[in-house]
Every structure is written in structure tokens, then in C-alpha cells.
């Protein structure tokens, strides 16, 4: 199996305004701004963009937010969120692998997710071995498949 990675030609420019606290040769780490200040910064940037600036499709304001729970965890997305709230799933899987460089030591990490645990596997073949965690016998069949092509295949990032 073949699997590439191929780079696309979605361009993406990114501009960081200017925080409160830099005043460009220092930075002072005094009260940070609210997220409505920061963001109407953005926006003021923009303006000066559209302004000045030829060439361009269209100037966006990506506003990155992140997800708390009622327990105060912070998530990067909705669905992670979601899942580490309302799954039944909280089984842990202890994993261990070796890397041909390793010399007989191996690494060993444990993840709550099957997907990363696919992913590891898949990047990680070598003597890999599940050490605790309840799989499904479709699961132990898959992650068998994926470390058996994990041997024979590379990505080839382009």
C-alpha cells in the first residue's frame, strides 16, 4: 500500500495584529486584553489591509476558539468535547513498540482513543503490541491489518 501526501495549492496568508502588551522592543506581560479588544483589533487590521493592499481574494478573520466543559477541561474542538464527555468509551490502551534503531528498549504510551492508537500503530509496526486495553475482536482485526501494512508501507510526503 501507497500513501501519499500531496501539498495543494490553498494558500492561506496569516496576520498576527500587534498585542497590547508588545510595544514592539519590549514586552511587558501585564493584563492581557479581552478577546472582544483583540478581536476588534483584527478588524481594524483587516481594514488597513483592504486599504493598502493589492492582489488579494479575500481577507478573513479566523478567530480561534477552543471548547471548555462544565469541569472546566479545555478542548481544541466541539467534537472532542463531545467525545470525552458523553463516550462510553474510558478504556485506556497501554501500547508498546520498538523502532529498528531501538536496540530491544521500545517506547511505551497509552492513549484513550482507538483512532491515535490506529495511528500509532500504523507509523509505529515494529514488535507492536497492545499491553492493556479492551479491544473488540473487529478492532483486533483491524489493528492487525494496519500494522501489517504499517511494515510494508511509508508515507511519502510531497
Not at 497509552?110 to 500503530?121: G, Q
Amino acid at each position: 500500500m501507497k500513501i501519499t501526501s500531496v501539498a495543494t495549492n490553498d494558500v492561506v496568508v496569516e496576520v498576527t495584529p500587534t498585542r497590547s502588551r508588545n510595544l514592539g522592543f519590549l514586552r511587558t506581560n501585564g493584563e492581557e486584553q479581552s478577546p472582544e479588544v483583540e478581536y476588534n483589533k483584527a478588524v481594524d487590521l483587516e481594514r488597513q489591509i483592504k486599504r493598502h493592499v493589492d492582489g488579494y481574494e479575500a481577507v478573513d478573520i479566523v478567530h480561534k476558539r477552543i471548547f471548555k466543559d462544565e469541569n472546566g477541561d479545555t478542548h481544541n474542538t466541539l467534537f472532542e468535547l463531545l467525545y470525552n464527555n458523553l463516550s462510553d468509551s474510558t478504556i485506556e490502551y497501554t501500547y508498546r513498540y520498538e523502532r529498528p534503531s531501538d536496540n530491544g528498549i521500545g517506547t511505551r504510551g497509552t492513549t484513550y482513543k482507538f483512532d491515535e492508537l490506529v495511528e500509532i500503530a500504523f507509523k509505529n509496526p515494529t514488535k507492536f503490541q497492545i499491553i492493556s486495553g479492551e479491544l473488540t475482536d473487529t478492532q483486533l482485526s483491524f489493528l492487525a491489518k494496519v500494522v501489517q501494512h504499517g511494515r510494508l508501507s511509508r508515507i511519502e510526503w510531497v
